[in-house]
């Protein structure tokens, strides 16, 4: 006897599966092109602002 699970019922749609792994897909595109291209160092710029700390 087969679970459900192994028959595929109540998994996702396979076009909603699609969409999702090419969401996933683009979206690590997308970082590697920012990184390769040097846009990171920009971000880093933003975050390395002065940070001041003082004890309360």
Do not use: D, N
Not at 36 to 49: D, E, Y
């Amino acid at each position: 006897m087969t679970s459900i699970a192994a028959k595929g019922v109540g998994g996702p749609p396979p076009r909603r599966r699609f969409a999702g792994l090419a969401g996933v897909v683009l979206f690590h595109a997308a970082l590697i092109y920012a990184l390769v291209t040097g846009l990171a160092q920009g971000v880093v710029k933003v975050i390395q602002q002065k940070v001041e700390v003082s004890v309360i």
